[in-house]
C-alpha cells in the first residue's frame, strides 16, 4: 500500500496543464487554480485553467479528428483495441492511481483500489467489447410508390462530447462517459472538476500512452463557472454528458438548449433504502451502512432515506448506531480508516447546515453530528431517527455521510414514502420475500434498484434516474446509444 509520503511524491509527477491536439499545451493559459487535499488542508497541486482560446482550439481538433483526421479513419475493432490497452494500462498503474485518488478527493485508500479504480478499468474493458458492434437494424418497409424498397438505419458518432464531471468518483465517473463516447466514435473533452482533477489529467497521459489519435480525447481542466460554461456553451459541441448538481445540470441543459444539442444529465439523489421485516437484519444493517457511509457520503446513489419496518425498527436503529460507532475516521492512508474527509470547507459547512436542520426540526440525533477537532473537513458518520419524510434532511441530497431514518407500516406506506421525492436515481430493498423484492422493484420510482445489496454497479448496466436526478442512461448498450444518432437509410429498389 502507498504511504502519504509517497502520494504525495506522485502528485508531482501528474502533469497540470490543459491536453488537446494531442499534446500537452504548457505555457497557454496564464490563469491558474489550487487543488486542497482536505485531509491536510495544504496545496496538492497548482493548475492551469482552460480559457476561451484553449477551449476553442480543443473543439476545432476535436471536430476535424471526426472530420478528416486519423480518428475518423480508426474503425470499431481498433477502436476497441485502444480502449483495451487503455484498460490494460489503467489496471498496471491502478495503485497509483488511487493513491493520487485518495489524496484528491480525502477517501479511504481501500475505496479507489477495490472500487472506483477497477470499475473504471472493467468499464474501459466493456466499451472495448462494444466498439465493433455498433450496428444498425435493417426494417422491413412496404416499398414506395409501388418499387420495393430496402430500408436500414446506422448508428454514427454523435460528434464533438463534452464530458463534464462530479470530484466524488473522479476515474470511475469518466471513464463511464468517456469509454462510451470513444467506442461509439465520437471525440471527447473531458472537464474534470476543479476541486479534484488529479485523476483525469493523468488518465489523458495515459491515453496518449496508448496510442489515440490526436484531438480523440482532450482534458480541459478548469473551474466550472470559466471552463465549463466555457465548454458547455460552446456551439461545436454536439453532446454535453454532465454529472454534477441539478443547479449546475439546469445551466448546462440550458446552455445546451440554445442549439438544440444532447445532454445527458446525471444529477444528484435522496435514494430510499427500504428494511422490510423480513429481511435478513445483519446483512440489510451492513448493507444500509455502506450505502449511507461509503465515500463520506458523497455518493449520488447514496442510501440516504432509510425507510424501517415498525417491527423491526428499534433493531434496526441500534444495529445501525453500532455500525456508525464502527466507522473509523481518518487519514485515508492510515492502517483502519474507513471514512476520510469531505471535499472541502464548503461541503462540510453544507452537511453541517442540514446536520443543524435535522435538529431543528426534531430529528432525533442517534449518531455523530459533530466535526473531529483536527485539519481536515471531517464530519462524524451521522444518524438521525424518527425522522418524517417531510423534513428537509429527508428531502434534500446531502452529500455527506448523514442518514434519515423513517419508519413505515405497510408496503403500500414504503412504496409512497421511497416515491415523495424529487429525485429518482436508486432504490434499495432488504427483503427475503421475493415476491415482495419483484413488486415492491418495479412500483418503486428510480433508474435502478437493487435488492439485498447496496449499489452493485456494472458497466453492462444502465445508469441514469429521472425528476432531479436527471435524463439519459450511460453504461450498457444505453451508453452506446447516447453518444450515437441513428441515421435512416431507404433505397427505392
Ligand atoms: P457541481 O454541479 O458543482 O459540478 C459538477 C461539474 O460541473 C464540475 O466539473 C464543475 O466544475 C462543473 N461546473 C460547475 N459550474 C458549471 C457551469 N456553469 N457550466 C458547466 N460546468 C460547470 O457538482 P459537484 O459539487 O462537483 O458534485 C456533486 C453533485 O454531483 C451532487 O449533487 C451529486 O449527487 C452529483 N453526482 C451525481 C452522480 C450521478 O451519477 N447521478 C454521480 C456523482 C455525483
Redesign the pocket.
Known amino acids: 500500500m502507498t504511504t502519504r509520503a509517497e502520494a504525495e511524491q506522485l502528485v508531482l509527477k501528474v502533469p497540470t496543464e490543459p491536453y488537446y491536439a494531442g499534446r500537452w499545451q504548457a505555457g497557454r493559459d496564464v490563469n491558474t487554480f489550487d487543488v486542497v487535499d482536505p485531509v491536510t488542508e495544504r496545496r496538492l497541486a497548482t493548475v492551469a485553467e482552460t480559457g476561451a482560446a484553449g477551449v476553442d482550439e480543443a473543439v476545432s481538433f476535436a471536430r476535424s479528428a471526426l472530420d478528416d483526421g486519423e480518428w475518423a479513419r480508426t474503425d470499431g475493432a481498433a477502436r476497441g483495441r485502444l480502449l483495451d490497452r487503455v484498460a490494460d494500462l489503467l489496471e498496471a498503474r491502478g495503485e497509483e492511481f488511487a493513491a493520487i485518488e485518495s489524496l484528491d478527493v480525502g477517501k479511504p485508500g481501500f475505496e479507489p483500489r477495490v472500487i472506483d479504480i477497477p470499475q473504471a478499468v472493467r468499464t474501459f474493458r466493456h466499451f472495448a467489447g462494444w466498439a465493433d458492434k455498433v450496428a444498425g437494424r435493417t426494417v422491413p418497409t412496404p416499398g414506395h410508390m409501388g418499387r420495393p424498397t430496402l430500408s436500414y438505419t446506422v448508428r454514427e458518432p454523435v460528434g464533438v462530447v463534452a464530458a463534464?464531471?462530479?470530484?466524488?468518483?473522479p476515474t470511475m465517473?469518466a471513464a463511464w462517459k468517456v469509454a462510451p463516447a470513444l467506442a461509439a466514435g465520437c471525440a471527447v473533452i473531458l472537464?474534470?472538476?476543479?476541486?479534484a482533477p488529479l485523476t483525469s489529467l493523468l488518465l489523458a497521459s495515459l491515453i496518449e500512452e496508448a496510442g489515440l489519435p490526436a484531438g480523440a480525447f482532450s482534458v480541459l481542466p478548469?473551474?466550472?463557472?470559466v471552463?465549463?460554461?466555457l465548454?458547455?456553451?460552446h456551439p461545436g459541441v454536439d453532446k454535453i454528458s454532465?454529472?454534477?448538481?441539478?443547479?449546475?445540470?439546469h445551466?448546462?441543459a440550458v446552455?445546451a438548449a440554445k442549439g438544440f444539442r444532447r445532454t445527458t444529465l446525471?444529477?444528484?439523489?435522496k435514494s430510499p433504502q427500504i428494511v422490510f421485516a423480513d429481511a435478513d437484519l445483519d446483512a440489510a444493517a451492513e448493507g444500509v451502512a455502506i450505502g449511507v457511509f461509503a465515500n463520506q457520503g458523497?455518493?449520488?446513489?447514496a442510501g440516504s432515506r432509510i425507510l424501517v419496518a415498525r417491527a423491526v425498527y428499534d433493531d434496526v436503529v441500534e444495529r445501525l448506531v453500532a455500525r456508525a460507532r464502527d466507522v473509523k475516521l481518518g487519514d485515508p492512508f492510515d492502517e483502519g480508516v474507513t471514512m476520510g474527509a469531505l471535499?472541502s470547507a464548503r461541503?462540510r459547512e453544507r452537511v453541517c447546515r442540514y446536520i443543524d436542520a435535522g435538529v431543528a426540526e426534531g430529528a432525533r440525533l442517534i449518531a455523530g453530528g459533530g466535526r473531529p477537532r483536527r485539519a481536515g473537513y471531517f464530519v462524524e458518520p451521522t444518524l438521525f431517527a424518527g425522522a418524517a419524510n417531510t423534513m428537509t434532511i429527508a428531502r434534500e441530497?446531502i452529500?455527506g455521510p448523514v442518514g434519515t431514518i423513517i419508519v413505515f407500516d405497510s408496503d403500500e406506506e414504503a412504496v409512497a414514502l421511497a416515491n415523495d421525492s424529487d429525485y429518482a436515481?436508486a432504490a434499495t430493498l432488504w427483503t427475503s420475500d421475493l415476491g415482495r423484492a419483484h413488486t415492491v422493484a418495479r412500483r418503486v420510482r428510480a433508474g435502478a434498484v437493487a435488492v439485498n445489496g447496496w449499489s452493485p454497479l456494472d458497466p453492462a448496466l444502465p445508469?441514469?434516474?429521472s425528476r432531479l436526478?436527471?435524463h439519459g442512461r450511460?453504461l450498457g448498450w444505453s451508453g452506446i446509444e447516447a453518444n450515437t444518432e441513428e441515421k435512416t437509410v431507404t433505397v427505392v429498389l
Open positions: 463534464i464531471t462530479p470530484w466524488n468518483s465517473i472537464k474534470p472538476a476543479e476541486d478548469g473551474r466550472g463557472e471552463t465549463g460554461r465548454l458547455a456553451g454532465f454529472t454534477g448538481s441539478p443547479e449546475t445540470g445551466t448546462v446552455a446525471e444529477l444528484g439523489g458523497e455518493v449520488c446513489a471535499i461541503q441530497e452529500f436515481l445508469w441514469g434516474g436526478s436527471g450511460e
